[in-house]
T-cell receptor, first 112, second 114 residues
Framework: SQQGEEDPQALSIQEGENATMNCSYK?????LQWYRQNSGRGLVHLIL?????REKHSGRLRVTLDTSKKSSSLLITASRAADTASYFC????????????FGKGITLSVRP | DVKVTQSSRYLVKRTGEKVFLECVQD?????MFWYRQDPGLGLRLIYF???????EKGDIPEGYSVSREKKERFSLILESASTNQTSMYLC?????????????FGPGTRLTVL
């Protein structure tokens, strides 16, 4: 069953703008992760946030987690054309160890 | 860098054929996973394995089986391929460290069943 639901399904922005993508989930989690997938390729891990954390940064990425609302957001600042990809949130439930449950993904297009 | 390789990028098979998809990782990871990815459905877990000769069903195991005889290799088997198994298949590996792990994905195999 799908745990994460991303919003919006598709996003188109101009190079240099910020991109914000949201993810909601239904049950309690151990951690939440964001992955990127370039067209026709495998997924690449971007960032992980634990359930007891509220915000994390990695380069141009900022992820927040609100466990009371069961939601997370991924912010990409100063976007580049190379950021064009699909982005997925994935959750790990307590006791589920390594098992990730993925959302359906967000398609981000960054126009040069 | 972790490397996960899959035996084929593209594969075309006929209905009823037995299909083997191979996945190899080079980082001694305990955990390996098989997903299928379909438009509008995201990634769905088919099977996973925490150790050699161990396997557990994911969310959509029907029509599939797996084999893990060596730690680095995890095979997905379609016993009798059907057209509804046309999909992108992704393999991943991970290891548990500090209470968390992240998955490393292969490039995917796009399977078409005619």
């Amino acid at each position: 069953s799908q745990q994460g639901e991303e919003d919006p399904q598709a996003l188109s922005i101009q190079e240099g703008e910020n991109a914000t993508m949201n993810c909601s989930y239904k049950t309690s989690i151990n951690n939440l992760q964001w992955y990127r997938q370039n067209s026709g390729r495998g997924l690449v891990h971007l960032i992980l946030i634990r359930s007891n954390e509220r915000e994390k940064h990695s380069g141009r990425l900022r992820v927040t987690l609100d466990t009371s609302k069961k939601s997370s957001s991924l912010l990409i600042t100063a976007s580049r054309a190379a950021d064009t990809a699909s982005y997925f949130c994935a959750t790990v439930r307590p006791g589920a160890n390594s098992k990730l449950t993925f959302g359906k993904g967000i398609t981000l297009s960054v126009r040069p | 860098d972790v490397k996960v390789t899959q035996s084929s990028r593209y594969l075309v098979k006929r209905t009823g054929e037995k299909v083997f998809l191979e996945c190899v990782q080079d980082m001694d990871h305990e955990n390996m996973f098989w997903y299928r990815q379909d438009p509008g459905l995201g990634l769905r877990l088919i099977y996973f394995s925490y150790d050699v000769k161990m396997k557990e069903k994911g969310d959509i195991p029907e029509g599939y089986s797996v084999s893990r005889e060596k730690k680095e290799r995890f095979s997905l088997i379609l016993e009798s391929a059907s057209t509804n198994q046309t999909s992108m298949y992704l393999c991943a590996s991970s290891f548990w460290s500090g209470g968390i792990d992240t998955q490393y994905f292969g490039p995917g195999t796009r399977l078409t069943v005619l």
